[in-house]
């Protein structure tokens, strides 16, 4: 696919799966893959902070095999060497990564996804040519150290009513906050226990879909 054509089906994800194997309740990260996908994922993130990368590149050939059996983008966390090597669709890159021009140089037809933690942060984002932006966090959560300023979801409309691509949002997201965030114009949830950590994760991800999407109707 090309970028545009990646792009483009970036644009129609709801919920959005963000896979980390200490957090899938026990299970492997492949088996919380597949579940999510059964569930109607149309997108899926590898995101493995403490494998080594041979490890996380096995994942991610396997994850690769599952996404592109059902037509599911697959991105991967931190690592564009290992999302070029296993074919990904994208790269999400934080902001100790590369840096995301040089990340354009070496994938052109990759989607790049950047975090941001303010308005600024986004707005260089924007400018500097990520194809989506993940907001956050939200609120506390337990994957992601070092925050003591969440945004909240005031914050969060604020920088998703000025930037122009594509925004996720994510930290600390759940079943008990989704609607608050939809409310306040949440279009696109990225999630990692608020998924893998379901008793049924296919499950969950219909429920969650199902949600945002009549959420965005009602806004």
């Known amino acids: 696919m090309t970028r545009q054509e990646r792009c483009k089906r970036f644009e129609a994800i709801d919920i959005y799966p963000v896979i980390t194997e200490k957090f899938c309740a026990g299970r492997s990260s492949l088996e919380v893959c597949k579940a999510?996908?059964?569930?109607?994922?149309?997108?899926v993130q590898?995101?493995?902070k403490d494998k080594s990368r041979r490890e996380i590149y096995r994942l991610a050939e396997q994850f690769r095999e599952?996404?592109?059996?059902?037509?599911?983008?697959?991105?991967?966390?931190?690592?564009?060497?290992?999302a070029l090597a296993a074919e990904a669709d994208g790269v999400h890159l934080g902001e100790e990564d590369l840096p995301l021009a040089a990340a354009r140089k070496l994938a052109p037809e990759m989607i790049i996804g950047v975090s941001a933690h303010n308005l600024a942060e986004a707005r260089q984002a924007e400018f500097q040519?990520?194809?989506?932006?993940?907001i956050g966090p939200i609120y506390p959560t337990s994957t992601k150290t070092g925050f003591s300023d969440y945004l909240g979801p005031e914050r969060m409309r604020e920088i998703i009513?000025?930037?122009r691509v594509p925004c996720t949002v994510m930290g600390g997201i759940n079943p008990d906050n989704l609607d608050e965030i939809l409310r306040w114009g949440a279009r696109k949830a990225a999630m990692i226990t608020?998924?893998?950590?379901?008793?049924?994760?296919a499950g969950r991800v219909r429920e969650l879909r199902r949600r945002i999407i009549s959420?965005?109707?009602?806004t």
Do not use: F
């Open 36 to 43: 999510a996908i059964t569930g109607g994922a149309r997108i």
């Open 46 to 48: 590898l995101r493995e």
């Open 66 to 82: 599952l996404t592109a059996a059902a037509g599911v983008l697959l991105v991967i966390n931190d690592y564009l060497d290992i």
């Open 129 to 134: 040519g990520a194809d989506y932006i993940n």
């Open 161 to 163: 009513q000025v930037i």
């Open 194 to 201: 608020g998924v893998t950590q379901a008793g049924n994760v």
């Open 215 to 218: 959420g965005r109707k009602k």
